[in-house]
């Protein structure tokens, strides 16, 4: 361990060898030229499978979160908390340095095998994109979807990479056994704003692809339009034109949220507004006031008295699946999820406050983007 992370270390100059030898599990870390940018820190997991804290507001009770960082890199990540870690900050270095977890698939199995384990849906993509650049390289989700599969666990994913269609064969194979749920960020119609704002991203139509072929290959597939960004993308004819390429897609319905900035990432977010849309910071700064993490309420309202007419206009309701993560349960379906809590959650609350109401407190909660 001590001499690769001395060899990691020579090449790292950002890093310092007792950092790198403090980093769990730690393998090697890798830069490629076929990943510019990037720096890849293998190591070796010791656990798989994470839990979703009792009480959460989550449809699913476990999560999996194969990489650390994400080179997708939107400005608005929620995630860029968790990589409080070592030395990395929350800003470039979750974009560029990601931690791989390489035994994920083979830590999984152990766990998997334990009687004790329920076969409850397992979730990917709550935290970091597990179709993220790193993806091409180290192909962990193939291993992780087999896996999960043979043991008879339900699936689902949600992401913002068209990597995904490399998997559809062997999630198609795995929905012969399992049920599997396939889940498609997309939130900003716009070219150049998407490219600026999720500057490491697949460009929007190059998503709306992967949902037409993961439709052509038999999946219902939901689409999360979150967050809509105030005065970018949450005009009627933007939200009109954007469901309109959602539904042409193929997907089957829309969860949509609100920007909520956190702390961790409320000073990045508007460090980029300030850079890209300087004449819109005082109007983000009456929708978020001091230290408010979400919009104000008649921000929310408004925005979902706007966009619910346009969801059924092009038939993206949510139909009440079960084990769907729709943020916007109908209070009828309260016990769809076999919980009054979750039933109980607020029309107008995003998943993750809604999740932050539930979470006991000083829990970290698992987020969606
Ligand atoms: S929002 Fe999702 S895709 Fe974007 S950086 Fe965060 S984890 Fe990655």
Redesign the pocket.
Known sequence: MASSAAGAASTLPGLELTELAAMPGHLRTVRTPEFAGAVFHEVLAKSALNRVPAGSAMPFSWTINPYRG?S???V????RGSHRYLDFDTGRDFDSQIVVKVNVAEVLGRELAKPSWRREMVALGT???PY?RAEGRYRLLPGIIETLAASGTPISILT?GTLLRRDLPVLSEAAKRVPVELAM?IAVGDHALQQSI?PG?PTTRARLDTVAAARAAGFGVDVFVMPVLPYLTDSPAQLDALLRDIREAGARSVMYGALHLRSHVKPWFFAWLEREHPELLPGYRKLFPGASSKATQAYRLELAARIRPLMRKHRLEYAGRAHSRDPYPPVAAAGAHGSRRRGAVQLDAEPREAAAVFAPPGVPEPTL?
């Open positions: 994400c997708h890199a939107c608005y990540c929620f995630a935290n970091t994109d993220q913002k960020s999720e991203t983007f």
